[in-house]
């Protein structure tokens, strides 16, 4: 009987740390825009906008980044490269070749062991429940 508690307590301790993929908040440095067929359409003229609470703005340059990770998916960085920051601006907007604009927001983390994995954002107020920020073109 003793041993039947102790494994259903060792199960359950080994089952409330979820194991996660993802990477946490802290560590996202890129973003997906549409697929490798339709690069050209979305060139080189790409800006990530923060905006702030004070409606003050940082706007930041995204450059395609090397095939790693999602090789069916080109990700875009911030050049020089960094970390997205999640905690301060209200929304982010996204400026493909200043015509077309995606804004980006409600982020919701998830505890994943020690880490807060990405669960889902909205863009444009359509919600997508996705490790990877992924913007459809």
Known sequence: MHNIIILTILGFTLN???????LDKNEISSLSIGDWGNQEQ????????YHYKNQL????????GLRVHLPEHPLYRTDPPQIFNFDDPIKWEVII??????????????????DNSLKSYNINTTKYNSEIIRINI
């Open 57 to 64: 703005n940082d706007t930041l340059g995204l450059k395609l």
């Open 16 to 22: 409330s740390c979820c194991k996660c993929s993802s």
């Open 42 to 49: 979305i060139g080189n003229n790409i800006k990530l906008v």
């Open 97 to 114: 070749n200043d015509t077309s604009t995606y804004f980006i927001d409600t982020f919701e983390f998830e505890k994943c062991c020690k």
